[in-house]
């Protein structure tokens, strides 16, 4: 399906959780995944982000085992909620939640928490539930169906959502990374380098490549400039900062600063960085409220990657920008060649007249079943497609199978999950989508 954008009034929004049974979905998709490793015991999903909600939010710890200083509430529950299932204390009896806590029982009482069972597998008496099937889930995944209706909707950034996507406590089940801009104002930071697709007020278009690094960003009313001021610790170029004496490590995660720590050696988030400023800056804070310069000159920014074409010239490889290597960081699940694995794809590009959107139907899971699904498009292929249409720039967004795309509120495309289900589709929740 080729798109073409009548008028660049495009937005990135960030989708609304409450809308459709998102938490359930989660737990099945994290349930499915576990399985695979041989691990069928029940998961637990909850949402951290109502804690705030909880009468007993006090007794929750203010510092991680590793010395972390946990800022926000949100954090604090997934502290507990790790270190309670970490001791044997969130039981599981004939199939239910046992040993309750007036946390738990609040979260069950606020529709926070789920516990998922796997319909394969029969539950002994008692059981408890395993670190690795607990998670926290992002507040903004949510169904692009269940959204307002606009003319043309599509599925954008990328998502940590594989076990292997969440080494780190910090990191929730489809939390969003990656930049976007709407008028002016960024709503989230670049993270890897990788290409980004900007529209600039005056018309104009681009994709760059572009880090946390190539960006100043304000924490309360200081200016951080790296390399300068302060210094970025983010995945592949380590798993942890070093240590230190007379530092600060701040932990980020988009806009907001999680934790701090002195002295360093603080473990690295998977989709997230870590500034360091000297102890005197710290102290020197207003708050701890992170934000970033406004940019006068550009109205839409949304990065994905790999940049298929830049200037008229398709690439032939991922050339700078990261994905994959030794250290973990996501997508930890994805077909790192150019020319082999085809792949429900969707991905925008531009010349000096038009923006187009190319949406590829595709299987993300066997088995594939030739008549009911398509076997979508290498990198290479969608590179291709858009030197047939005349572009100058192209940017690959996230596919797989969150590969979506909606016309006046009606699916466009067969969606990509399949969940290893022959002859079924299923609509992947997603934290963030561009609006037309």
């Known amino acids: 399906m080729i798109y073409k954008v009548q008028h660049p009034n495009m937005k990135n929004l960030f989708l609304d959780h409450e809308a459709g049974d998102v938490l359930g979905v989660s737990a099945q998709i994290r349930s499915l995944k576990l399985m695979v490793e041989g691990n069928f015991s029940p998961v637990l999903a909850y949402y951290p982000y109502d804690v705030k909600k909880i009468s007993s939010f006090d007794t929750l710890p203010k510092i991680t085992e590793d010395g972390e200083r946990l800022v926000g509430m949100p954090e604090r529950l997934v502290e507990w909620m790790k270190t309670e299932s970490k001791k044997g204390s969130i039981s599981l009896k004939n199939g239910r939640l046992a040993a309750r806590s007036p946390i738990l029982d609040e979260l069950s009482s606020l529709h926070s928490l789920i516990l998922y069972k796997n319909p394969f597998f029969t539950i002994s008496e008692e059981e408890y539930v395993k670190p690795s099937n607990l998670f926290p889930v992002h507040p903004c995944m949510g169904f692009i169906s269940e959204q307002e209706t606009r003319l043309f909707s599509f599925n954008s950034l990328f998502f940590t959502m594989e076990i292997s996507d969440m080494e780190n406590s910090h990191t929730y089940f489809g939390q969003p990374y ?186 993300n899971s066997y088995p594939y079943e030739a008549g009911f699904d398509s076997r979508g498009f290498t990198l290479k292929e969608l590179a291709d497609e858009f030197v047939r249409l005349g572009a100058r720039n192209a940017l690959n967004l996230d596919g797989g199978g969150s590969m979506q795309a909606r016309f006046l509120g009606s699916k466009a495309l067969k969606y990509a999950d399949r969940r290893g289900i022959p002859y079924h589709e299923f609509e992947r929740p997603v934290p963030a989508a561009v609006f037309i």
């Open 178 to 363: 990656g930049l976007t801009i709407n008028n002016g104002n960024v709503i989230t930071p670049p993270l890897f380098k990788r290409g980004a697709f900007f529209v600039y007020k005056d018309g104009s278009m681009s994709v760059e490549a572009i880090a946390t690094e190539d960006m100043k960003f304000f924490i309360g009313e200081t200016l951080l400039t790296p390399f300068k001021n302060c210094e970025i610790w983010r995945r592949p170029n380590a798993v942890r900062t070093s240590q230190s004496s007379g530092d600060v490590d701040m932990v980020v995660i988009n806009n907001r600063v999680i934790s701090w720590k002195e002295n360093g050696n603080v473990k690295i988030p998977d989709a997230g960085f870590v500034v360091r400023v000297d102890r005197r800056t710290f102290e020197n804070f207003k708050n701890l409220e992170i934000s970033y310069p406004h940019f006068n000159d550009i109205s839409f920014a949304v990065q994905g990657g790999p940049i298929l074409m830049k200037d008229g010239i398709a690439n032939t490889g991922f050339g700078i920008e990261e994905f994959g290597g030794k250290v973990s960081f996501p997508p930890t699940v994805f077909p790192f060649n150019w020319d082999e694995t085809p792949a429900a794809r969707i991905a925008i590009g531009n010349n000096d007249e038009n923006i187009w959107v190319v949406a590829v139907e595709g299987c």
